[in-house]
């Protein structure tokens, strides 16, 4: 079993950056490919971005591509967003997920993963 708690949520300006951090806990000698989602008022959970098990290969949503960078500290069993140039459209929960079954092919549906945070708001005002 695998618990997730998000952190670093806060209310930002346009343009300003912001760094979101998961931190996991429970079982230890696993790993797991995690993954970033975000679901904003009256909208459906999308994804934002995943990491392979080794933090080898990771992939992006087309939304946030080239502003928001996804790492991984398994030593210190860690995943991290940092977020540059955000924009009102990224304003969100943000949610941090592992999935058990998968270790570089990485999904990115949020029914293709395990594990949940409880989510940590980001707001961004125009």
């Known amino acids: 079993q695998v618990q997730l708690v998000e952190s670093g949520g806060g209310l930002v300006q346009a343009g300003g950056s912001l760094r979101l951090s998961c931190a996991a806990s429970?079982?230890?000698?696993?790993?797991?490919?995690m993954g970033w989602f975000r679901q904003a008022p009256g909208k459906e959970r999308e994804f934002v971005a995943n990491?392979?098990?080794?933090?080898?290969?990771?992939y992006y949503a087309d939304s946030v591509k080239g502003r928001f960078t996804i790492s991984r500290d398994n030593a210190k069993k860690t995943l991290t967003l940092q977020m540059n140039s955000l924009k009102p459209e990224d304003t969100a929960v943000y949610y941090c997920?592992?999935?058990?079954?998968?270790?570089?092919?990485?999904?990115?549906?949020?029914?293709?993963?395990?594990?949940w945070g409880q989510g940590t708001q980001v707001t961004v005002s125009s």
């Open positions: 429970g079982r230890t000698g696993s790993r797991y490919a």
């Open positions: 990491i392979s098990c080794s933090g080898g290969s990771v």
């Open positions: 997920a592992a999935d058990r079954s998968r270790c570089i092919q990485i999904g990115v549906k949020s029914d293709e993963y395990d594990y």
